[in-house]
């Protein structure tokens, strides 16, 4: 399979429609599209480990979720991280797919993972004024007090969170992996008794506990790391004959501190 073949694989399953506006997704970085595609690694972010790791272990194609290419560049040296990364990729023939919005937003994207990880039970698309698609989703949880669900969710993610308590019950609740704060006020609107996110906002979530909703904030790269799952479903679902790995690094410099 080459590697316009096997980008339509990512165009089925997360259409471009899907992208918001502000968003920058798709093809990065592309040499030769006609060149056949045997070894993928999966990332959230195309690190420049990541980069490495790819050009040493012969990857034909990195495939992340956050865009490689975010903000227009204005010149192109390797000076800078990025275009040292865009560097080392052509040189070395090494093409770079992101999907980033749109993966969040498609029905089986990574919203819905989130949710199933979470326990929803019914989970659909959160109605927001001006977005398509699923880019947060609403549904019922099995009633939990705010800190049992922050216990839950803790251990599901492997990772510190913080709780914003409106002291009621959590019967029903709306996640979006990634930054959120734009959301808040429809989860409330909805009826929501939690929103579960990662950037959010602290005016915003004041507003949100202030107006009986329970907030939990999960660490941004926490609450998206489920994407590495996702793509490898995908890709093993579409070209079992493509080999698949997850990126060894990324996250080595964050650190918790007590």
Known sequence: ??????????????????????????????????????????????????????????????????????RGLKTLDASNPVGKKLFALTKNDVAVFSFHTRMDAAPSGLNRSVADALGFLDPKPLSVPGVQGSIALIGNVKESSPEEFAALSAARFSSPVTLWSANKKITKAVCVCGGGRDLL??????????????????????????????????????????????????????????????????????????
């Open 1 to 70: 399979m080459d590697r316009r073949a096997f980008y339509e694989i990512f165009n089925r399953a997360y259409p471009p429609e899907l992208s918001c506006e502000w968003d920058n997704d798709g093809v990065m970085v592309c040499g030769d599209l006609r060149r056949e595609v045997k070894r993928v690694l999966v990332c959230l972010d195309a690190t420049s480990q990541c980069v490495e790791e790819a050009v040493n272990e012969d990857f034909d194609l990195i495939v992340s979720h956050h865009p490689l290419l975010f």
């Open 185 to 258: 006020s429809a989860a409330c609107a909805c009826g929501a008794d939690l929103v579960i996110s990662g950037d959010l906002g602290y005016n915003g979530v004041l507003d949100a506990v202030e107006s009986g909703m329970s907030v939990l904030e999960l660490p941004h790269r926490a609450s998206e790391l489920l994407c590495l799952n996702v793509f490898e479903d995908l890709i093993a679902s579409n070209a079992p004959d493509v080999y698949v790995k997850k990126c060894s690094s990324g996250g080595e410099s964050m650190v918790f501190m007590p």
